[in-house]
Antibody
Framework: EVQLVESGGGLVQPGGSLRLSCAAS????????MHWVRQTPGKGLVWVSR????????NYADSVKGRFTISRDNAKNMVYVQMNSLRAEDMAVYYC???????WGQGTLVTVSS | AIQMTQSPSSLSASVGDRVTITCRAS??????LGWYQQRPGEAPKLLIY???SLRSGVPSRFSGSGSGTDFTLTISSLQPEDFATYYC?????????FGQGTKVEIK
């Protein structure tokens, strides 16, 4: 059974940093692109970033480019997103999603507030 | 980025009703479209991929159609567990983009 379990969300002040993690199981992790997608009540679902199967290529939404960094560890079946210079508009539930956008984790909430 | 426009944004329906949700792309996306269901407090779940292919395990009352710019999700006979929000997603072009969602509520 495919499972994606996010962790690392929480409360952070504007300008702060947070690293989200996603533990994958139930499939050959090293064969799949992975994504992060976020959801807010106001803006719905928004794609944030993706990384290819071996970690050599990554892409970002314009809204997070230069502030977020996606990475992965295929030996540990983990994908990460390092989020720096966080803003109020980054507040959302962040989902880890498998490459074909077919399986989603349960999400982790990031709150940006002073 | 390709814009995906869903309609309606919400609808009220009764158990047993036939429900249709549409999604329009701002440019042609072939059939690179998926439909997702999200119940409150849960993550989205893939229902339909490649515009019309039913994901394994999804009830056959769900169907998708369309290609190019206009797409439709149909629920042939609404069940109590189908009251949720539905989203479309295009992955034809980077970045992938979602529709704004259609909330299906109980009449």
């Amino acid at each position: 059974e495919v499972q994606l379990v996010e962790s690392g969300g929480g409360l952070v002040q504007p300008g702060g940093s947070l690293r989200l993690s996603c533990a994958a199981s139930g499939f050959t992790f090293s064969s799949y692109w992975m994504h992060w997608v976020r959801q807010t009540p106001g803006k719905g679902l928004v794609w944030v970033s993706r990384i290819n199967s071996d970690g050599s290529t990554s892409n970002y939404a314009d809204s997070v480019k230069g502030r977020f960094t996606i990475s992965r560890d295929n030996a540990k079946n983990m994908v990460y997103v390092q989020m720096n210079s966080l803003r109020a508009e980054d507040m959302a539930v962040y989902y880890c999603v498998r490459g074909a956008v077919d399986y989603w984790g349960q999400g982790t909430l990031v709150t940006v507030s002073s | 980025a390709i814009q995906m426009t869903q309609s309606p944004s919400s609808l009220s329906a009764s158990v047993g009703d036939r429900v249709t949700i549409t999604c329009r792309a701002s440019q042609g996306i072939r059939n690179d479209l998926g439909w997702y269901q999200q119940r409150p407090g849960e993550a989205p779940k893939l229902l339909i991929y490649a515009a019309s292919s039913l994901r394994s395990g999804v009830p056959s009352r769900f169907s998708g159609s369309g290609s190019g710019t206009d797409f439709t999700l149909t629920i042939s006979s609404l069940q109590p567990e189908d009251f949720a929000t539905y989203y479309c997603l295009q992955d034809y072009n980077y970045p992938p983009t979602f529709g704004q969602g259609t909330k299906v509520e109980i009449k």
